[in-house]
């Protein structure tokens, strides 16, 4: 349902740059709303809005960059022009889901695209006191890298860039993890003044996280049909997805005896 949403946005906004087109040549207005209805409602649009939304992107910057080029040869500002070069290189935005998967891969999982996260509660507990228990300036060098880097994750182009001006991928996460990793190292110390209580709650919410890859491993094939899947990336995606979650859960499950300082006999940090 977000894919198709997605691709009635495109075809809006496909309308929309087919329009401005037509506006700085002045053409007639009965012209442009004839040619703008069969350029947004062709069946190719259509096809491609259902199958692959992400095939509108071209038919989105095309008018928009020829618009560009027209303003380049008729003396006025080249912006046009060097904003349809930009959003031509690369997708804006992901897919609808890609970003709710990123919000349970930034615990337990992959989002796609290499973001394969896995840093469990106690790296999502680590940012959030991060912002929650210091002013803005202070550790303001963790902040600023943490949202860059993220923002970086949500964004194809920043993929785009970082693989060498090829297909999107997101393998430098491996930078991200160094980030969320240092954050936490920051952290522990208010993490492990925590009350008991509270990390058991931060326990409980590993296995909310979990459910998903849990649900998914149970209502999907059974391993030995995913072997002859011709897909066989999400059968990989899915069995790895599936053993974090577990490993996970039990290391959510151990944090009230490893962390919390209930005795003397705990090893220092």
Known sequence: MVCLYIGLFRLYLAGL????????????????LA??????????????SVLHPFFLNPLI????????IDKILDGKSPISFILSVFLAAAPFLYE???????IIAFVN??????????????GMLAVILLFAKTGWREKAIYKIAFIMSSFGLCIPFVGHILNEFGYVTNRWVW??????????????????????????LVSIAEIGFAIPIFCYSVT????????YDSEMNIYTDYVYTDMD????????????YFVVPDSDNMSQY
């Open 17 to 32: 740059t087919f329009i401005a087109y037509c506006r700085y040549h002045s053409f007639e207005s009965c012209g442009v």
């Open 35 to 48: 040619g703008t209805l069969i350029y947004v409602f062709s069946f190719y649009f259509i096809m491609v």
């Open 61 to 68: 910057n095309l008018p928009f960059l020829l618009l560009g």
């Open 96 to 102: 609808g889901a890609y970003y709710f998967k990123w």
């Open 109 to 122: 999982s992959n989002a796609d695209y290499y973001a394969a996260m896995g840093y469990t509660v106690v």
């Open 175 to 200: 930078a991200y993890c160094f980030i969320i990793s240092v954050i936490t190292v920051k952290m522990a110390p208010q993490i492990i003044n925590l009350r008991s209580t509270t990390l058991f």
């Open 220 to 227: 999907n094939q059974s391993v030995t049909q995913y072997l």
């Open 245 to 256: 979650s577990r490993v996970y859960v039990d290391a959510a499950l151990g944090v009230r």
